[in-house]
C-alpha cells in the first residue's frame, strides 16, 4: 500500500501563488508517475500535472507556463508551484502517484480557493 500525504493549498487573491508538496510511504517501488488532479465543484476530477521517475512533465493546458511540478525521488517527494492563479484553479488538489496516469493511490486533497 502506498500512503501519500499532502501540505499546501489555502487561499489567495488572483494572480497570486501557491505552493503544494506530497511525500509518499509504503510500498513505492513500483511508482512511476506523481503528481496532482484537482476537482472543482461540478466537474470531474482532471489531470493537472505529472512526473515521471525520470524527470519527464505534462501539464493541462490550462497550467501551462504557470505551474511548475518537480520531484525528489530521494524523498519521495513531488512538489507543485503554482504562480498566477486564477478564479477557475479553484478546486479541491489531489496528490497521486501509481504506474500509470490512472492512479490507485490518492493524497487526502487539499484546498484551492482564488479570489477574484
Known amino acids: 500500500q502506498v500512503h501519500l500525504v499532502e501540505s ?3 487561499l489567495v487573491q ?3 501563488s501557491l505552493s503544494h508538496s506530497c511525500a509518499a ?3 513505492i517501488f513500483n511508482i512511476n508517475f506523481m503528481g496532482w488532479y484537482r476537482q472543482a465543484p461540478g466537474k470531474q476530477r482532471e489531470l493537472v500535472a505529472s512526473i515521471t521517475s525520470g524527470g519527464i512533465t505534462n501539464y493541462a493546458g490550462s497550467v501551462k507556463g504557470r505551474f511548475t511540478i518537480s ?3 530521494a524523498k519521495n517527494a513531488v ?3 503554482m504562480k498566477a492563479l486564477k478564479a477557475e484553479d479553484t478546486a479541491v488538489y489531489y496528490c497521486f502517484a ?3 496516469l490512472i492512479p490507485a493511490h490518492w493524497g487526502q486533497g487539499t484546498q484551492v480557493t482564488v479570489s477574484s
Do not use: W
Request: aromatic residues 6%; charged residues 20%; without cysteine.
Open 14 to 16: 488572483a494572480g497570486g
Open 71 to 73: 520531484r525528489d525521488n
Open 98 to 100: 501509481d504506474k500509470t
Open 25 to 27: 510511504s509504503g510500498s
Open 8 to 10: 499546501g493549498g489555502g
Open 79 to 81: 512538489y507543485l508551484q
